[in-house]
């Protein structure tokens, strides 16, 4: 146990470790969380007692147990296990890896794990690395992302491993990773100071674990118990406690749609600036725009869906810093267009009555008749190309879910 954990932490800087680190679990039954994949009869654990561990990317939230969970296929897997970032790690340590693995392969019949945390920050020509050995066996590749795989990870190598979804940690599960943390630092925490911390940590377990470190070093020695002045103290000091994943992300990210939504150029392309400057995933703002041109702009300018691809394309082809001058151009072009939510809203509405009154039966004359007894039954009688006639389900005859623009635009 002792060299795999020398090896799980031989590419990690000598230093302090801090409280996430130390309270990190060391078995599959001290793991909060992710009960689908890890629970009694989650496939992964079905998958580590019985040693069929295929190569898999985990995705979910920050702060969810990903890395955590690597760490343990490791401790309970008889492979060898080599830990990298996609930040730091470059083609040339890959290339080694592999060829270790070979040598591993052929001399002990031992296999590797390599686990790649954020793969999404990997280019193409890294992850078609991997491809012809997690193909023969010789790795098992385990990735980590909070992008989504489907954008962020080449179809070639996502086709050969198995993508588990991690959700975000609820309340509870923070509360028992709270519980172990203040144990480490033999501490008490005030009701109200735990409430506040478990809500402002927004699911994220590092969140969370940091929070309470920092609160507690800015406590020292004055009390054996952490206040709620104390957290709230510490989430105003954002630079020491929020990244690219932190709740700052998401409240960025949030105004920054809410301008564009409220024609507020000025606001929009500000909070763009913070975002280019904090070295925000280019990606990722240029996705939320393809997104809102679609919710917010819709019928009412249909070329913005076109314009917002084509800043995703460019932010793919050049990257930084050139592609700041392409989200630029967007965020101004759908700030100033028109706003019509209408499509949008009558999907919504159209969904919310397709789950309350299930699959109603489709009008005859809308039905397919490719066989004879279909036509004998009457379907597709009476169908008429351009019918101005209600097509709705009998049920719900007489809906309407799409409104005059006037009704849901913004001009």
Known sequence: MANLLDQINDHQPAARQPLAELIRPTSLDEFFGQEHL??????????????RLPSIILWGPPGTGKTTLARLIALHSKSHFYNYSAVTAKLADIRQVIRQAQERLAAYSQKTILFIDEIHR???????????????????????TTENPSFEVIGPLLSRCRVFTLNQLSENEL?????????????KINKDASV?????????????LTAL???????????????????????????LLYDRAGEEHYNTISAYIKSMRASNMDAALYYLARMIEAGEDPLFIARRMVIFASEDIGIAQPTAIV????????CETIGYPECAINLAHGTAYLAKAPKDRSAYNALLAAQADVKKYANQPIPFNLRNAPTKLMKNLGYGQGYEPYSPKDLLPQMLKGKKYIFPPSKNSKK
């Open 38 to 51: 890890v629970g009694k009869n989650g496939i992964i654990r079905q998958l580590i007692e019985n040693d």
């Open 307 to 314: 314009v917002a691809n084509a800043v995703f394309r460019a």
């Open 213 to 239: 470190e920092i609160a507690d070093s800015l406590q020292a020695r004055k009390t054996n118990s952490i206040r709620l002045d104390t957290i709230k103290q510490v989430f105003q000091q954002r630079s």
């Open 175 to 187: 509360n028992n990773i709270l519980v172990r943390g203040l144990n480490q630092l033999k501490k």
């Open 122 to 144: 990997f280019n193409k020509a890294q992850q078609d690395a991997f491809l012809p050995f997690v193909e023969n066996g010789t790795l098992v590749l385990i990735g980590a």
């Open 196 to 208: 506040y911390l478990i809500s402002a940590s927004n699911g994220d377990a590092r969140i969370l």
